[in-house]
């Protein structure tokens, strides 16, 4: 249950306008800090991207994972993937690999985007707990064909806090889909990245535009300071 003897609310500096959020209702997501993205010889570097560009993002989103943790909010983590058969994997997807290594394909961390294998999985340095929530996604957005609103409506959640890669696909996709169901984001400026400089600095522009159309845009520094100091109590009772 909640401390009442803690704040649960904090107004975070961001773009276009400061934000109040009661944290008792809001959830870290993290998307899709997979090794075959993140990592050489991942799917990301087989389409001629350079993966150093994601690892600025990796200490931010490490930043705000160990507030988070340490404040009992509710943390989610999303992989994008499909199953070995590749039955959840439309043809039109598949195909946009070529001429690299496609999803599927055997790869120096097992097989392409398959749940199960090496490369479908969370970067070392941002493991999920066992307490934590793994979504499995077949798609670019979170909310697409998973069990992710059934868990925000289960905690209660009303905002999110998103970072990830990459900003203009994953990241900007989970953010609109949350949008049309009601929840209000925060997206971490440095806590997300993209291959492309200019389409992370575009991706973020496009959700603080128009005041805020998609939601707001902070910096983990301004997320950390207006974050409540540690608690020995979580912010919801969980089952």
């Known amino acids: 249950m909640l401390n009442s003897s803690k704040p649960t609310l904090g107004v975070i500096s961001a773009e276009p306008g400061p934000i109040e959020l009661d944290w008792s209702a809001t959830?870290?997501?993290?998307?899709?800090?997979?090794?075959?993205?993140?990592?050489?010889?991942?799917?990301?570097?087989?389409?001629?991207?350079?993966?150093?560009q994601l690892a600025r993002a990796v200490k931010p989103i490490g930043a705000v994972l160990k507030a988070a943790r340490d404040t009992g909010m509710l943390v989610i983590h999303t992989r994008e993937g499909h199953l070995p058969d590749l039955s959840d994997a439309p043809p039109a997807k598949v195909e946009r690999g070529a001429p690299s290594l496609r999803i599927g394909d055997p790869g120096p961390m097992g097989r392409i985007l398959i749940r199960g294998e090496a490369g479908h999985d969370i970067i070392p340095e941002l493991y999920p707990l066992?307490?934590?929530?793994?979504?499995?996604?077949?798609?670019?957005g979170a909310f697409y064909a998973t069990e992710l609103i059934d868990v925000l409506e289960k905690y209660g959640i009303e905002n999110l806090l998103v970072c990830g890669v990459t900003?203009?696909?994953?990241v900007n996709t989970t953010v609109r889909e949350a949008n049309d169901r009601g929840y209000r984001c925060v997206v971490i400026s440095d806590g997300c990245a993209s291959y492309f400089p200019e389409f992370?600095?575009?991706?973020l522009k496009m959700i603080k535009a128009q005041g805020g159309i998609f939601g707001w845009v902070a910096s983990s520094a301004a997320v950390l300071e207006a974050m409540p100091s540690s608690r020995s109590t979580p912010c919801w009772a969980r089952p």
Do not use: Y
């Open 27 to 52: 959830a870290l997501v993290i998307i899709d800090m997979q090794r075959d993205f993140m990592e050489p010889g991942g799917f990301g570097e087989t389409l001629g991207n350079d993966v150093s």
């Open 130 to 140: 066992d307490s934590e929530i793994v979504i499995d996604k077949p798609g670019k």
């Open 167 to 170: 900003t203009e696909v994953c």
């Open 200 to 203: 992370h600095e575009m991706g």
